[in-house]
């Protein structure tokens, strides 16, 4: 059986309409962050790029400190449109998130997970929810994983060794004053940048057609 041949590359209109529709998306979680940290916040532009599944652990690698150990979250979603959201953040704006979220001036090893899993469901949530919504399709979250590892141990092979092509959406989370600083990464694979981009056409043709 032949295998069927995916067009995963994206005009410039399709990339110009998922940026605008992911600065919505990323507008939403800033809001809901800083309600939760009752502080202000920002989110970089996103990022869009394209890449082979092989290039995703250098591509990660190149954006944080390789010399840092990192709390990460993964959360897989599924539907029209699927892929997992990762949030990556360093072992001293964990802590700098579990002073404040908490307010002690030495957070514990489980107030710290506790307070990086609240704000990675409410980042992962907000984003793709968001995200979804402005594509006019629902999704269904799975249950997050959480890991405490080095830079190098992030990515995986197994995670991408089914995959040809991997969308990488990426930002940065940054509460300048309290000093907490973490990466998102929404990615994609295959069948589902094909989906998004239709999905992506159809949203177009509602607004401009």
Do not use: W
């Not at 107030?111 to 919504?133: F, G, H, P, Y």
């Not at 830079?151 to 995986?156: E, Q, R, V």
């Not at 995959?163 to 973490?182: A, E, P, R, W």
């Amino acid at each position: 059986m032949n295998k069927k041949i995916l067009n995963l590359k994206f005009t410039e209109d399709q990339i110009d309409a998922l940026r605008e529709f992911m600065n919505v998306s990323i507008g939403a979680a800033t809001a809901s962050l800083a309600n939760l940290l009752d502080a202000f916040g920002t989110m970089h532009i996103p990022e869009i790029e394209i890449c082979n599944s092989s290039e995703l652990a250098g591509k990660i690698e190149s954006t944080i400190d390789l010399k840092s150990m990192y709390y990460t979250t993964k959360q897989l979603f599924t539907g029209k449109f699927g892929g997992e959201c990762m949030f990556v953040i360093s072992e001293d704006s964990a802590k700098n998130l579990g002073r404040h979220l908490y307010n002690v001036t030495i957070p514990s090893g489980d107030e710290i997970k506790d307070a990086v899993m609240e704000l990675s469901n409410i980042l992962t949530s907000t984003i793709v929810s968001r995200l979804t919504q402005e594509l006019n399709v629902q999704v269904q979250f799975f249950v997050p994983s959480s890991q405490f590892i080095d830079a190098n141990s992030i990515i995986h092979d197994e995670d991408v060794v089914e995959y040809s092509k991997i969308i990488i959406i990426s930002t940065i989370l940054d509460f300048q004053d309290q000093q907490i600083k973490g990466n998102i990464y929404i990615l994609t694979k295959d069948e589902a940048i094909e989906s998004l981009k239709i999905l992506i056409d159809k949203k177009i043709e509602e607004i401009y057609g």
